[in-house]
């Protein structure tokens, strides 16, 4: 058990920060309310009018977050590729060219679509 002291130790202590935090923020912040705080997902922007049942969002909303999520990806990939690029040799080559093939062909196939105009 005395292995896990510090870790609960350490657990302890950032509950009770964010505690802490969330308690004196609530008793020192500003309290100015007004109708579009209130609402859901509050910004302080009036929201536009959403059809009655929800509506349909354009797919084009869900092609740029998957965009972002690939790049993001393929981010992820090259940085440890990047670090350790002397030790993969040959290999390591072979497999980033690979993949950055894959990432060139999806892309490609996205902006004849259409799916990067902002129409």
Same mark, same amino acid.
């Given at each position: 058990?005395?292995?896990?002291?510090?870790?609960?130790?350490?657990?302890?202590?950032?509950?009770?920060?964010?505690?802490?935090?969330?308690?004196?923020?609530?008793?020192?912040?500003?309290?100015?309310?007004?109708?579009?705080?209130?609402?859901? @997902?509050?910004?302080?922007?009036?929201?536009?009018?959403?059809?009655?049942?929800?509506?349909?969002?354009?797919?084009? @909303? @869900?092609?740029?977050?998957?965009?972002?999520?690939?790049?993001?990806?393929?981010?992820?990939?090259?940085?440890?590729?990047?670090?350790?690029?002397?030790?993969?040799?040959?290999?390591?080559?072979?497999?980033?060219?690979?993949?950055?093939?894959?990432?060139?062909?999806?892309?490609? @196939?996205?902006?004849?679509?259409?799916?990067?105009?902002?129409?």
């Amino acid at each position: 058990m005395e292995l896990y002291t510090p870790v609960l130790f350490l657990a302890a202590l950032a509950a009770g920060f964010a505690i802490f935090s969330v308690a004196v923020s609530t008793l020192t912040g500003p309290k100015r309310y007004n109708r579009a705080k209130l609402d859901s @997902y509050e910004c302080g922007i009036e929201p536009t009018p959403q059809p009655i049942g929800g509506g349909r969002f354009p797919v084009k @909303y @869900y092609t740029v977050a998957m965009t972002f999520i690939v790049f993001d990806v393929e981010i992820m990939f090259l940085v440890p590729w990047a670090v350790h690029f002397d030790v993969l040799g040959g290999f390591g080559l072979v497999a980033v060219a690979l993949f950055l093939l894959n990432l060139t062909v999806a892309y490609a @196939y996205e902006w004849r679509r259409g799916g990067l105009d902002w129409d």
